[in-house]
């Protein structure tokens, strides 16, 4: 079972799930999520499911709790890159994702993460420090 | 068959090939004149005895055995090219139908045929002229489906209003299909744009049944599961008493007026959400 | 023309939590091949991996039987699952039980049997449970 790597961006954890996630898998997340948001003291969490073909109900609660949780630890969940189908899918199972903030892309789920905030994603990603102290 | 072998009837149609051959030939032309060449029919019917011959030999006995297989095939293929080049079903059945003519003159003659052997062919002529006009009919609904398809499609565009901003202009009564259709391609777009808001506009549009608004809030909430806004604009008077008196929750699913309403709110919030950044 | 009985079934075993996910994947290549729709592979799909899981869970293992169908123009696929755990004892409720916020250990039968065409259970206290879904092209 291969985990999902979680990385670091500034104060922004960052999950992108490009695998056909099995249920296992997935609440190895959640812990993982649980434990690098207290070791890091992130303050956001953006998990990238633009790679998931389908979100069924298990990987939907996973999704409620992983923001629920983060809550918990001050931390903003965003959810970014759903397909069109899998959200048509959703709304007919009548899955909400409570608690869930939800973005098109990457990049507008890391501006809604960090909107005082004026340094691009590029910037982060090429190590600039944005706060030029 | 009973009364006649199968091997038997091969044989028949094999030694008086070049005569059925030319009778057949010579009824065809005369119904498709213009539409197909003399040797383009000759090899079509070369192509069909071949196979039918070959059928018999293997005991085919109704056209339904495996040994008459490889004839279907070539039959609903041959259907089917007549269908997409829009011959008419007579066209299309006449070309089988026509091997009679050159099975009748066999009855005519005294040696080698007996009637029940001839009369046994002639069924399994029209066993084939049925199966082809059965053909012909499928394929002709196949293309008039894709037709359909492709009418919807082209009847459904969405267009980009703004930078950010998506609109579905929405004109004439709206089936269950075409409504699907339109929710798919609207999510679809908001995604290829990258736009924040969508704007269903049903100015357009005389009547909504319940299916159709709840088509309609199921894509306001897909849409909102994205990470999008969708509003639903130019609702009239008589659907807004329609949705009420169906019990329609609308809850908060943002609705305006006009669709020009629409751009201004959904314009406004993204001027909103990018001072809140810089 | 009458409908034609389904292929040879593809019959997995649903015994971990990777069947599961091979289900999916197995499901999600009949459906592209039976030309349904992308929402409608999804929903399929969906679908599937909510049975599959309640047959490993609930079910205490079981199998899918996948196969291929066809009636006319059109194509479809069908999944049945079949396990041989304790049944569903009250069904009427099973099936009115759907979720509302993804909260709650239900069965989810009645939100799966929203993304299918066609769907249908036999199931009794210690009878096992068999549940059977069928989705078409267009």
Redesign the interface.
């Known amino acids: 079972m291969d985990a999902v790597p979680i990385l670091k961006l500034g104060s922004t954890l960052l999950v992108s799930i490009q695998i056909d996630l099995q249920d296992q898998t997935a609440l190895q997340l959640q812990e993982d999520l649980a434990e690098r948001i207290t070791q890091t003291g992130a303050r956001g969490v953006l998990i990238d499911i633009s790679g998931l073909e389908i979100v069924d109900s298990f990987i939907g609660r996973m999704l409620s709790q992983v923001a629920g949780i983060s809550r918990v630890l001050d931390a903003t969940t965003v959810v970014v890159g759903m397909r069109p189908a899998v959200a048509i899918t959703m709304v007919e199972l009548g899955l909400s994702l409570d608690g869930v903030r939800t973005a098109l892309d990457v990049e507008k789920g890391l501006r809604m993460l960090r909107p005082a905030d004026a340094t691009s994603p590029e910037a982060l990603l090429l190590g600039l420090d944005a706060d030029r102290a | 068959m009973p009364g006649a072998d199968a091997a038997r009837l091969a044989e028949i149609l094999e030694s008086r090939r070049a005569a059925i051959s030319a009778a057949w030939l010579d009824a065809v032309i005369a119904e498709l004149r213009g539409r197909t060449t003399r040797s383009e029919a000759e090899r079509e019917q070369g192509e069909i005895l071949d196979s039918l011959v070959g059928g018999l030999r293997q005991g085919g006995g109704r056209l339904t055995d495996p040994a008459f297989d490889a004839l279907r095939g070539l039959l609903a293929d041959l259907s089917a090219t007549r269908a997409r080049l829009g011959f008419t079903p007579r066209e299309t059945a006449v070309g089988v139908l026509a091997l009679k003519e050159g099975l009748y003159a066999l009855a005519a003659d005294e040696e080698g045929a007996a009637l029940a052997e001839v009369t046994a062919l002639v069924r399994l002529v029209d066993d084939l002229g049925l199966f082809t006009f059965e053909s012909f009919a ?1 394929a002709r ?2 293309i008039i ?1 894709e037709q359909a ?1 492709q009418l919807l499609e082209l009847s459904t565009p969405v267009v980009k209003l703004w930078e950010g901003v998506v609109a579905v202009p929405l004109v004439g009564t709206l089936d269950s299909a075409r409504t ?1 259709v339109v ?2 391609k609207l ?2 777009t ?2 290829d744009t ?3 808001h969508a704007i269903i506009d049903i100015t357009g549009v005389p009547a909504v049944d319940t299916q159709v608004a709840q088509h309609l809030l ?1 894509t306001v ?8 806004e969708c509003t639903i604009s130019g609702i009239r008077p008589q659907i807004a008493q329609t949705i009420v008196a169906l019990g329609i929750e609308f809850g908060d699913i943002s609705t305006k007026a006009t669709l020009a309403d629409a751009l201004v709110a959904a314009l406004r919030a993204n001027g909103a959400a990018k001072s ?3 | 023309m009458t409908a034609v009985e389904p292929d040879a079934a593809q019959r997995l075993a649903i015994t971990t939590d990777g069947d599961v996910v091979r289900v999916r994947q197995a499901v999600r290549a009949l459906a592209q091949g039976a030309r349904l729709s992308l929402v409608d592979q999804t929903k399929l799909v969906t679908a599937a991996s909510e049975l599959a899981r309640n047959t490993l869970i609930y079910g205490g293992g079981g199998e899918a039987l996948l196969s291929e169908l066809a009636e006319g123009r059109r194509t479809g696929v069908r999944v049945e699952f079949r396990d041989d755990g304790p049944g569903i004892p009250d069904l009427d409720q099973a099936m009115t039980d759907g979720w509302t916020s993804g909260s709650g250990l239900g069965l989810g039968l009645s939100g799966a049997r929203r993304l299918v065409e066609q769907f249908s259970i036999d199931t009794a206290p210690g009878q096992g449970t068999r549940v059977t879904i069928a989705s078409w092209s267009r």
């Open positions: 499928a609904e196949g489906a398809e699907q929710m798919e999510l679809q908001l995604v990258g736009s924040e199921k909430v897909a849409a909102r599961l994205m990470g999008a809140a950044i810089g």
